[in-house]
């Protein structure tokens, strides 16, 4: 097996152990998790070769900080830290960002004044996943998340903001009438 390959399966096995290091520790603090993690992403960029290796591990950590900011934040600080690090890395792919858009929306459900954030995002995910072609199951299965997720948040009182109306069509000009000079 070659060595690159090795060091991606090391960094899935530590992000594995301390997500069940963390999963069984229900009492800890959004901070301390975040701590954890911040410290596993330390030891992993010092293996790390190449720039490209580098942003990617920030990535993945990036959203599984994310992940615990979604069950463990007691506000939308410590949530929005979370979400504010996660793009300005940038996601990683269209399901990345959905899962952040998807997580912002049940967040909302907590903190209501956000909601406006998170059908925005919604909407950016929604607008990317159109971009991939017809029939692709990526593209297929990302918008029927987010058509479970709109429906879902409807029955929990969340409901998007009203569609903007279409730009009104101008009425066709009249054709010119060429009139014969007057003689």
Known sequence: MKTRELFWQHVIQKRHDLLMALSKDKAASF???EREYLGLQKDLLKRARTEWERRHIKRLISQDILNEADYR???WAEFSRALRRMRRLGYMDADAQLHAACLTVWASLRF???????????????RRLRRIRRGHFRREEGLETIAHVRARASRKGLSPPPA???P???????PLRLVPPAE
């Open 112 to 126: 209501r004044d956000k909601e406006p954030l998170a059908w925005a995002m919604m909407e950016d995910a929604e």
């Open 164 to 166: 903007p109306e279409p």
């Open 31 to 33: 901070e301390a998790a």
């Open 168 to 174: 009104r069509r101008r009425a066709a000009r009249a």
């Open 73 to 75: 934040a007691r506000d």
